[in-house]
């Protein structure tokens, strides 16, 4: 076999360095990706009892093969996403973290294929899960539990825990319908930058670049 050209890594939102500053990666969707969110290096803050950074809220998972991932660069100093994610003595739901968790991962269903965190310790405040098959998943299970800390609060989830922050109902279905008819030109696109790319010769190399950080690829 020659001229053998793997398909682009497919990566939705990626966050590098934002600092320890409270912000937020608030009510998104992410589908069919590699990696749905990949929180690079420092974006924290932790100094007793201030705990401040990036906080992922309220986003909806399906079918990626990681939906969170985590990585760092320097493995003596404080990396990675906000300790609490989700307010630890909440008042209501929406003040939990509210991700919907892919129901079903691309790669299978592994370790760490929820939330893969390669930084500093966290802890995962969560909703009461849903009864049946088919309630969206919002406890993080697929975890290296040494690193994610998954805590219930008991507060029941529903629609009202993420409620949208654009300033109306309009407004919002207005911005959906304009990514979706933006849609076919992304797919036309993605097809052309597959074509013209070179994945590299082997697999090991590939995935090295895959999880490496920015100066590293």
């Known amino acids: 076999m020659e001229d053998i050209?793997?398909?682009?890594?497919?990566?939705?939102?990626?966050?590098?360095n934002s600092g320890g500053d409270p912000n937020e990666i608030y009510r998104n969707y992410f589908e069919n990706l590699d990696i749905a969110v990949n929180a690079q290096r420092v974006n924290r803050y932790d100094e007793e009892p201030t705990y401040t950074g990036l906080v992922l809220k309220c986003n909806t998972y399906n079918d990626n093969a990681y939906d969170e991932i985590i990585t760092r660069e320097n493995p003596t100093e404080v990396?990675?996403?906000a300790f609490h994610q989700g307010?630890?003595?909440?008042?209501?739901?929406?003040?939990l973290a509210g991700n919907t968790?892919?129901?079903?991962?691309?790669?299978?269903?592994?370790p760490e294929t929820d939330i893969k965190n390669d930084g500093d310790l966290i802890y995962y405040f969560h909703h009461i899960q849903p009864p049946g098959q088919t309630a969206p998943r919002i406890i993080p299970e697929y975890v290296d539990t040494n690193?994610?800390?998954?805590r219930n609060k008991y507060l029941?989830?529903?629609?009202?825990?993420?409620?949208?922050?654009?300033?109306?109902?309009g407004l919002s279905e207005e911005l959906m319908g304009m990514m979706a008819s933006e849609q076919p030109s992304i797919d036309s696109l993605e097809i052309e930058y597959t074509t013209l790319i070179d994945g590299g010769s082997t697999?090991?190399?590939?995935?090295?670049?895959?999880?490496?950080?920015?100066?590293d690829a």
């Open 5 to 16: 050209r793997p398909p682009p890594r497919q990566i939705g939102i990626i966050v590098d």
């Open 79 to 81: 990396e990675g996403i």
């Open 87 to 95: 307010d630890p003595t909440p008042s209501s739901g929406q003040e």
């Open 101 to 110: 968790f892919s129901p079903y991962h691309e790669t299978v269903q592994i």
């Open 147 to 150: 690193v994610v800390k998954a």
């Open 156 to 169: 029941p989830f529903d629609s009202t825990c993420c409620p949208s922050r654009l300033g109306s109902q």
């Open 203 to 215: 697999e090991e190399l590939t995935n090295n670049v895959f999880f490496s950080l920015p100066p």
